[in-house]
């Protein structure tokens, strides 16, 4: 049996911090890698240990990939966007242009690119964009019209950089406190653009809940949604079982399934999201 | 002259010391992607039910200081699926393996035993009895002398006398050594020592426990010193009974630590979590750290720290 484990490509190695920018409450940070860059496709992510040696944090940290590109002179290049609230990310964050860092990448599935033209809508929560903007990239030069919708708490925690803003045909920002573009959630006008702009599939990237309401507008109207998924993660190598999920499998059955194996990326319609503390009913060997 | 680093464990005998912790290695197929599983000891399974078991909802995780808090639920296919599938592709990598099992009733252990016996080229069974027996108000198997002798005795009498058995014990104990003895005289050929501590984790913002089952194993190097207590009492009450060490194991130093304890082999279960070659990284650094101490075999280390004031290695 071909039972499912890591994206093949994944390996551990030290990375050398090459830039350390902050832009708004993020750090945008580049990393000198191998041929892994070449791998790496928009959504992969990759799990960066922290904290030095002696250090109290035992467990990796998870970084969606913002883009991954190798230079003429085949030197990689792997750039994240970090919020640094926890004690792990700041450390992260921290870090000085030569500084190493060792890393397992790329981690998890990538977001799956038509094989034709269509119309997309990519939807981003706080530093949940990072990922979007290489998507972006990969989707425009398919051929596919690509809008974008990013939301956050307050101003500060949109992040979208003007380089990746180049490859959108129009960007909706939305803040919970009105402080830049639509007062409001970003279910809020995700409507109207999938209305206006005939959108034929959904990728979406932030928290839960938001991935959640995503999931039901794209349902109601038929439409594709792609998502990757935030839960806590002790190794991002398929071994600790705590970043689970119920997801239903290609079989119809519902299953505990490990996001960084399976994910970060799936289909909205197969999870199922539930704010409750407990396995939902239904769910393989509850 | 060579070292010998290779040790056994009531009749089951590895080429070295470095195992994986259950349910810290995946299905293996995880791991092998970092390092050939061959180069381990063993490679110790997650525990195993008879039935599936969906695992608990989450959160299951928090990290603590120098540690971790879980609690999985033991989520696995079942010990039919398990034989199936997961163990012939561990077989096809040639490495050792330990099945770990656990069990709500003590029928459960029976017949997870009795599965067990049927399956070819097992090195040892595990007996995770740190788990809730449902026939008795769900405490700990483990924490209660009768009931921790009642699991072995039922897995004694059917896995045959070729498996030997080794039962991880918990620390939540009064005395360890009372529950060792126990399981020592029900048939249980080796321990292994220790499981998770029962920890708890308030979330401050949101003011309820950050776990979904409110309370999680404890591991980690916050728990090393409560191993190698654990293992030095234990090694001392039962000095011929080899005992499988872990707990918060993170490099040589911390494995050969539990060796002068009394481990015969040591397992690395949350190092791996935060480094996917962490097992191979504590084999290279032990090996070295047993030469520089002036040993040539590695099992003359097993328990040194027990030996009188002005012994020495050579």
């Known amino acids: ?286 | 002259m060579t070292f010998d680093f290779s040790t056994a464990m009531s009749g089951a005998r590895f080429s070295n010391p470095i195992l994986t912790a259950s349910g810290c290695a995946g299905s293996g197929k995880e791991l092998s992607q970092f390092f050939p599983l061959s180069e381990l000891g063993a490679i110790v399974t997650k525990s195993i039910m008879v039935k599936p078991r969906s695992g608990r909802a989450t959160p299951r995780m928090a990290e603590t200081p120098s540690g971790m808090l879980n609690s999985i639920g033991l989520q696995g296919p079942g010990i039919d699926q398990f034989l199936e599938n997961d163990i012939p592709w561990l077989k096809e990598q040639g490495v050792k393996i330990v099945i770990s099992i656990a069990g709500e009733t003590v029928e459960d252990y029976a017949v997870l035993a009795r599965k067990v016996r049927g399956v070819p080229g097992i090195t040892a069974l595990e007996v995770n009895i740190s788990c809730p027996n449902v026939e008795n108000r769900g405490q700990v198997f483990a924490c209660n002398p009768d009931t921790a002798r009642d699991a072995i005795s039922a897995v004694r009498r059917n896995i045959g006398g070729e498996v030997p058995i080794i039962a991880k014990l918990t620390p939540d104990v009064t005395d360890i050594t009372e529950i060792a003895r126990e399981v020592v005289d029900a048939g249980a050929d080796g321990l292994a020592l220790i499981n998770t501590l029962l920890g708890m984790v308030i979330d401050t913002n949101t003011m309820f426990p950050k776990l979904s089952q409110k309370t999680g194993g404890l591991s980690g190097p916050a728990i090393r010193p409560v191993a190698v207590r654990a293992i030095y009492q234990v090694h001392a009450a039962l000095p011929e009974t080899p005992i499988l060490g872990m707990g918060g194991v993170v490099s040589g130093r911390d494995a050969f630590e539990l060796v002068l304890a009394g481990a015969s082999a040591v397992s690395v279960g949350t190092a791996t979590f935060g480094n996917p070659t962490a097992a191979m990284v504590i084999k290279q650094e032990l090996e070295e750290i047993c030469i520089q101490r002036g040993f040539q075999n590695f099992r003359d280390a097993i328990g040194f720290a027990h030996r009188a004031e002005g012994d020495h290695a050579e």
């Open chain 1, 1 to 286: 049996m071909d039972f499912p484990t890591i994206n093949p490509k994944a390996q551990q190695f030290d990375a050398e911090v090459l830039s350390n920018k902050r832009v708004g409450s993020y750090n945008h940070m580049v990393f000198s890698v191998n041929e892994i860059a070449s791998y790496a496709r928009p959504g992969n992510f990759v799990a960066i240990s922290v904290g030095g040696p002696g250090t109290s944090m035992v467990l990796r940290r998870a970084f969606a990939i913002y883009r991954a590109t190798v230079k003429p002179d085949g030197q990689g290049l792997l750039e994240l966007v970090i919020a640094p609230f926890g004690n792990g990310s700041t450390w992260l964050s921290n870090r000085q242009v030569g500084d190493l860092v060792n890393m397992v990448a790329p981690l998890g599935t990538a977001f799956g690119i038509p094989t034709e033209p269509v119309r997309a809508l990519l939807v981003g929560g706080g530093y949940g964009s990072a990922p979007l903007f290489a998507l972006a990239e990969v989707l425009k030069s398919r051929g596919c019209r690509v809008d974008m919708v990013l939301g956050a708490s307050t101003a500060a925690k949109i992040y979208a950089p003007l380089e990746g803003k180049r490859s959108v045909s129009s960007l909706t920002i939305t803040t919970d406190d009105g402080s830049a573009g639509t007062h409001g959630r970003v279910s809020d006008v995700i409507p109207g653009i999938i209305a206006s702009s005939n959108i034929e599939i959904i990728y979406s990237c932030g928290p839960m809940a938001m991935l959640a309401a995503i999931t039901n507008i794209s349902k109601e109207r038929g439409i594709m949604h792609q998502c990757s998924v935030e839960e806590s993660m002790a190794c991002g190598i398929g071994v600790c079982m705590t970043c689970v999920l119920p997801v239903e499998g290609e079989d119809g059955v519902v299953r505990m399934t490990r996001t960084c194996i399976d994910g970060p990326v799936m289909d909205g319609s197969k999870v199922t999201w539930t704010k409750s503390r407990e396995v939902p009913d239904g769910v393989w060997g509850k």
